[in-house]
DNA sequence: TTGTAAGCGTTATCAG
DNA sequence: CTGATAACGCTTACAA
């Protein structure tokens, strides 16, 4: 249990300069084949295992890649970011690299940020989630934190910054991409299912909301906006709120499938059909939008593909601190049978 | 960027010695107030941020846990695994511990676990996961290679062993406990739809499968068990392909609320209805099951509630290294509309 | 209240 | 082909 390279050395009766670099280019010619052996032989017995913090504090280079998402909130329960973080770690797992979470336990962004990057020093670069619901102050100051590091990083669906950073986005203009399709199937009385209110995102796809219904010469009705928290059970109580006093919409366009396949449920639940009644749109294409009944059409984001990207743009980063990049996702709209012409 | 306490002692024209103490305590009576000022300043100006290899190979502890996954298709794209490692972590962060996933690149479990330990060391213990899909052999292995390293873990949703070992297991019986449900509802004929074949876990389900046919004097019909990789296409199609040759089924049973929504889609398909034709019951209480149309019938697995507790567990060997302990959660069935009395 | 020095396990340099 | 030795950045006696 946790032997190490000096008791390997000891065992064989070399030095332990020898037992690291054998072990770590089984090729060399320093050391002969017989100590090769040897070598092999004790590290089997003693459960040789290399120190990863010992190594990494040598060699300057760790190949741990710190993850740094804005919240303390149980990870690994949002289907959003699960795939996010699953083409991030998809790539990086394929160049070796490990990835760490740290927890932190602040109530703003900004100081979980902070808290998680404390004791990082040491990972070879950083990857920046956006919960989505950061206002754009806390977002430039997250960013302050991660350039003051040192170290290369890339943000994954941060809205886009000024800054000179690798970046990978998700285009804003996708966000209301669902409403244009309604727009266009004829649809005037459309309510909006979107995230928390105060998050830049949020801000952002409502800016494009209000325009794009003044193109379209929609007067605004507040009412037909509802913010919510992505969850089903939040999502199905204030549609199906929202069904009890009005029944005049048309269409309702979501910006979640999840949030999309909830607000079915509440229209059904009132005895109204999808698409015949209302029509519905998602956004994501996740599971969840192949396995509504009736499906549903939605955005597909390519969100996996995004952490990829932004973990290449990362690794890039890594070869080459000067360069940085920016990269913007586009969604594509895919038609199911939750919309009808109106 | 990058600072070191050197650095900031120089800056302050102290020793290193003070300002590594005074950080770590900031209550600390070894440094004067003014002094403690000046490394404030100076820290911040440096953007001092403490080396975590630095400081774990100086400890002798780490406050990072490796999380062993014995497999190297993409991590977080599993709802199941997505739960059981939203609970560990839930568990783990509020302790302030930090996560470290390691790549991998083998072809067998056994070679991923050999291959995530391997550059290891230094993790203060481990978490070793069961992919579901490994054979018992293997498993033992695993678990063989995991004492090795001499630092505490615990295993999750790993069938249970006669080690001595801390263990997070959800019993086995409760697999089969929707198909009690339906045998008890009066079904007959009921299709199994099953994870993969060769997996411990699945050898597990089918003999207590057998053995409730037999109590119940059911005779066994190998075509009535399809056995599959989770996946909403492949569970579809083979279900789909099952009702074409076959209608004489009155009930499917789902090793996964996916697995289920993917064979609720496959018969409604065929204009059979649910639970009116055939009845369908799901598992792990997802939001699968909630979403479904009708809403599935299933068992709570409290299944994130499994990874916070096998985190406890290592929690406390942590402290205590001499303790082991066995865990065994229940399973609840929730009884929702897609089942019939036949 | 502070400094000095040894040590954590590994790697890299240099000399042989 | 191999061994010393210094260094990585931080922590912790121990000494003052």
């Known amino acids: 249990m946790g032997a190490s390279l000096k008791e390997i050395a000891e065992r064989v009766g070399i030095s332990a300069a020898s037992v690291s670099i054998y072990l770590n280019n089984p090729d060399t010619n320093r050391v002969s084949a017989g100590t090769k052996d040897k070598i092999d032989k004790a590290a089997e017995e003693l459960n040789y295992r290399r120190n990863l913090f010992a190594s990494s504090l040598s060699r300057h280079v760790s190949k741990v890649i710190g993850i740094i998402i804005p919240t303390n909130i149980p990870l690994f329960q949002n289907v959003y970011t699960n795939m996010l973080l699953s083409g991030v770690q998809k790539c990086l797992a394929g160049e070796g690299y490990s990835l760490l979470f740290f927890p932190s336990s602040a109530s703003t962004s900004k100081e ?11 990972c070879d670069g950083y990857i920046l989630f956006s919960t989505g619901f950061c206002p754009m102050d806390h977002i430039l100051l997250n960013i302050r934190e991660l350039q003051d590091t040192g170290k290369p990083f890339a943000t994954l669906n941060v809205p886009k910054v000024p800054e000179t950073i690798n970046q ?8 209301v991409r669902g409403l244009e399709f309604l727009l266009n199937a004829g649809h005037k009385k459309i309510l909006m299912v979107l995230g928390r209110q105060h998050g830049e995102h949020m801000q952002l796809i409502l800016s494009k909301y209000r325009l794009m219904l003044k193109e379209w010469g929609i007067p605004l009705d507040n009412d037909l906006v509802i913010f919510g928290n992505y969850s089903h059970e939040d999502t199905y109580l204030k549609v199906s709120r929202f069904l009890t006093s009005r029944r005049d919409i048309t269409a309702i366009c979501c910006m979640s499938d999840l949030m999309a396949s909830s607000a079915l449920a509440a229209v059904k639940s009132t005895g109204m059909t999808v698409p015949g009644d209302i029509s519905i749109i998602g956004r994501n294409n996740s599971l969840y939008a192949v396995l509504a009944d009736p499906p549903l059409t939605t955005i597909d984001l390519s969100i996996s593909e995004a952490g990829f990207k932004a973990a290449q743009l990362l690794l890039d980063s890594l070869e080459n601190p000067s360069i940085s990049r920016n990269i913007i996702l586009n969604g594509k709209l895919i038609e199911r049978s939750s919309v009808n012409e109106n």
């Open 112 to 122: 979980n940020v902070r808290e998680q990057l404390r004791h990082s020093a040491g």
């Open 168 to 175: 990978v986005i998700i285009d804003d203009l996708e966000s």
